[in-house]
Each structure stands twice: as structure tokens, then as C-alpha cells.
């Protein structure tokens, strides 16, 4: 394991990447916004309502519009990245995509050799739970976790932590609770789930173990 000094782009021997897709964010403000559209043009609609209603809905679509806006332009920037491979390894960048606001190299990154990860997988792990008619659905998250075959991650550890929650050269962090690398424990890298093809390009690079569910604590 090396703590590399980056400057937030994809490493210069990565031939293939992992990030985030603009897709959800954007359909999700054009879906909303037509929707608007929609009940603004009702021709049904009683003025009483209209005054006071639409304001709102405005309002409350220009802060969604905001929100995700600033992720899906994130999306097209070149630190969109959290994995990427090499002949050799792999690279995770720890520190989120929508708060790299830096101009300065510092450590940000973290490379594997192949030869020290002992196996890849899902994990899926129980998120809490949510109403649903009359009773809750549980939620879940997915993982990429990489099983090493040593336990010398402390100083990643400490890095991922200082990171979480934490300001960036004096930059309010706005998104505090994207986190898209962690060390649960000593040994075991969490990598926010890629995708499928995230697991399948690292299929003959390292050993891949059967997917695990975690139990909730009892």
C-alpha cells in the first residue's frame, strides 16, 4: 500500500476508471421540472391556489435544481473518479468527488498492488429502515470491499477519517456524508459500490469472493 501525492486527476498509467454517472441527478431535475411545467399549464387550476402553491414549488425546485445540478456538473469534471486500474494495481481516491476543491497536490489517493489484495466482493449492509403502508422496509447499501492480505492500513485509516466531515483548504465541505472509500476495520478497504463492471474489470486481476450480507446489530 502507498499513499500517493495527487493532484486529483486519474493517475497517468490508469488504463480504465470508475465514477459517478450524471444520469440519476439529471433525469431526476428534468422529470421534476416537467412535472412543474405540467401544473403550471393546468388550465383547471383555482387561483387561490395558484398564487400561493406555485411560488413554492418554484422555490423548492430551484434548490432541488441546485442541489443536484452541482452534482451532475461535479460528474463531468476530471476528479469524477474512485477506482481506477493499472497494469500493476489499483488506485482509490478517498477524497469525494464533490468537494475537491483544490488546486494544491496533497495526499488524496491510495494505490494497491494487486498482489496485496486477498479478494474482492459485494456487500451488501442494512442501511435502517423506512416507512411503508401500514409497516417498514429495510434499507440497504452496497459495498465493493477489498479483503487484504495484511492489516497495515492505519495511516489510510486516519486519512479516510480526517477527510469525512472535514473542510478542504478552507472550503466548506457541502456534501459531508458522501464517503467513497472507508476502513471498517484493519484489513478491509470499502469502496462505494461502482457497478457491476467495477467487480467484473478487477476478474482476473485478484481472487473474487462470493457476495456477503451483513446482519444489522442486534
Not at 48 to 66: D, E, K, N, Q, T
Not at 184 to 204: F, Y
Request: aromatic residues 10%.
Amino acid at each position: 500500500m502507498q499513499i500517493v501525492i495527487s493532484d486529483l486527476t486519474p493517475p497517468k498509467d490508469a488504463t480504465r476508471k470508475f465514477g459517478h454517472s450524471a444520469f440519476i441527478p439529471i433525469l431526476t431535475i428534468l422529470g421534476v421540472g416537467g412535472v412543474l411545467v405540467i401544473l403550471l399549464f393546468d388550465p383547471d387550476r383555482q387561483i387561490s391556489l395558484y398564487l400561493w402553491a406555485v411560488p413554492l414549488a418554484i422555490l423548492g425546485f430551484g434548490m432541488l435544481a441546485w442541489f443536484l445540478g452541482r452534482r451532475a456538473v461535479a460528474c463531468f469534471r476530471p476528479y469524477n473518479w474512485v477506482m481506477a486500474l493499472s497494469a500493476e494495481g489499483l488506485y482509490l481516491k478517498y477524497r469525494p468527488y464533490l468537494n475537491c476543491k483544490t488546486d494544491a497536490d496533497e495526499p488524496a489517493v491510495v494505490y494497491f498492488p494487486f498482489g496485496e489484495i486477498a479478494c474482492a466482493r459485494k456487500t451488501t449492509v442494512p442501511a435502517g429502515k423506512k416507512p411503508q403502508g401500514s409497516g417498514t422496509a429495510s434499507m440497504k447499501r452496497w459495498f465493493l470491499d477489498l479483503e487484504l492480505n495484511h492489516q497495515n492500513t492505519q495511516k489510510l485509516a486516519e486519512l479516510v477519517w480526517g477527510e469525512q466531515g472535514q473542510a478542504t483548504h478552507g472550503v466548506k465541505v457541502i456534501f459531508p456524508n458522501h464517503e467513497p472509500v472507508d476502513v471498517p476495520r484493519p484489513g478491509l478497504i470499502r469502496v462505494e459500490w461502482l457497478g457491476n463492471k467495477a467487480l467484473r474489470a478487477l476478474d482476473g486481476r485478484v481472487a473474487i469472493g462470493e457476495p456477503k450480507v451483513e446482519t444489522p446489530p442486534s
